[in-house]
């Protein structure tokens, strides 16, 4: 029987799991995502019932195997209000969280860029660069982090006009071959934590897209909504 | 000793939300023993209901009519149109007695992570209502969940590219409540959506 009290959270997703209760996907610093029953939560008495994604709680849970139960839970911190464009970002994030990071595989930077994110992502200017962020740091953290300290195999340094070839199985690449396109000023941008404008921002997403479909066992399905939502509004994101 | 039809039955019982084999097996031997004619009605009602129910092409709710009669209704204001996600919120709504305009049913809302988008929703449907001329106003009466939130965002864009105004239901302390025991989140909403007394 394990029990655990006080574990700062982020609901991910929630499933509805018989006529009154929910599963919840968390994503907590020491435990990486877990998965707890909330047992009777979405009766009309039931006490706190604000169990939504992105809400920062602090819970317990107790139980033995893949699904312990709730047994305590407690807003914590700041509320954070997403809306609008901000809103489908974290939807994406959340995504990206649940298809990436297995259960119980503690990652307590995946946790932190996390909270970042959600912060960030509120101001307008800077979702593109933020997502992009946090995927470079998720893919970091999970062992699929990307070379940008030097070229493939001799890590001679990187030249800002070189347009290189980056091969996930080595690295940025001189000539031809195979492997995505991309100069070697948004790698060095990259390798600072920065995403730079225009093409350079382009690349980055490209880099990082390309490195994340390599993991995922099947493609991500709010991208896809995304475009459908464009299409119907003036919406246009491109995650 | 396993009697084949009594053991449909209890199937087709457990069809039901929240009945499980027990509660299958106790509405079985009831209407079995005790309330035949009722059994009989029950089967009645569910075959014309499933026979005749169909979506009013006008608000997309359960209706036994091509359009509702809510949405004939003479007395109602046609320049209001409310958007819910369940028939449930229009019953929920309608007892309020507050609103007098027509409804228009999503049968869902956006939920990008269960794959859930605009073409699952259905909302060409509510699109070309909105074009129709006839409504002013769309009051987004959605939940107040992040996908109920997504949900009301998006069709208060698609409202904004028709020219109809677009208002949401306010979010705020529960009538009969201490401002003690509500949650901080739905304190801060209150807060920012506070008005002149």
Do not use: S
């Given at each position: 029987m394990t029990r655990v009290s006080g574990q700062p959270v982020f609901i991910l997703h929630r499933y509805e799991y018989g006529e009154t209760s929910l599963v919840l996907e968390c994503l907590t610093p020491e435990f990486g995502r877990v998965g707890v029953l909330a047992k009777g939560?979405?009766?009309?008495?039931?006490?706190?019932?604000?169990?939504?994604?992105f809400a920062p709680l602090l819970i317990g849970w107790s139980g033995r195997g893949e699904l312990p139960v709730l047994t305590h839970v407690e807003p914590y911190g700041i509320p954070l209000a997403l809306s609008g464009r901000a809103l489908w970002c974290g939807f994406y994030v959340n995504e990206l969280v649940m298809a990436l990071l297995h259960r119980h595989d503690a990652h307590p930077g995946i946790f932190h860029a996390y909270a970042r994110v959600l912060k960030l992502i509120t101001d307008k200017g800077r979702q593109d660069a933020e997502l992009r962020l946090f995927e470079l740091v998720l893919l970091r953290e999970l062992g699929y982090g990307l070379i940008l300290d030097g070229e493939a195999g001799n890590r001679v340094a990187l030249e800002p006009d070189t347009l290189y070839r980056y091969a996930f199985d080595s690295g940025p690449c001189k000539g031809t071959g195979e492997g995505v396109p991309v100069h070697g000023r948004t790698l060095i941008a990259l390798g600072c934590g920065q995403i730079g404008d225009g093409e350079a921002r382009r690349e980055a997403r490209r880099l990082l897209k390309a490195a994340i479909d390599r993991q995922l066992r099947a493609p991500l399905r709010t991208p896809k909504l995304f475009r459908q939502i464009s299409q119907h509004a003036t919406l246009v994101l491109k995650p | 000793m396993e009697v084949p039809v009594i053991e449909e039955l209890k199937q087709a019982l457990r069809r039901l939300p929240g009945v499980g084999p027990k509660s299958a097996q106790r509405m079985a031997f009831h209407l079995l023993g005790r309330d035949r004619e009722g059994a009989r009605r029950i089967a009645e009602a569910i075959e014309n209901a499933v026979r005749d129910v169909r979506h009013c092409t006008r608000c997309n709710n359960f209706s036994d009519r091509d359009v509702c009669t809510t949405c004939l209704s003479v007395r109602r204001d046609p320049a209001l149109l409310c958007i819910v996600e369940s028939p449930a919120d229009v019953v929920s709504l309608e007892q309020s007695g507050a609103f007098h305009g027509r409804y228009f049913v999503l049968m869902g809302r956006l939920s990008p992570l269960d794959g859930i988008g605009p073409a699952e929703l259905g909302i060409e449907r509510l699109e070309a209502r909105l074009r129709d001329g006839e409504t002013k106003e769309v009051v987004l009466a959605t939940n107040f969940t992040v996908e109920g939130e997504a949900t009301a965002h998006f069709i208060a864009e698609i409202a904004r590219a028709c020219g109809i105004r677009a208002t949401r239901i306010a979010h705020g302390i529960p009538g009969g409540s201490e401002l003690e025991y509500i949650d901080r989140n739905t304190l801060a909403r209150a807060l920012g959506a506070r008005r002149d007394a």
């Open positions: 939560v979405r009766r009309a008495n039931a006490g706190y019932r604000n169990l939504d994604p | -």
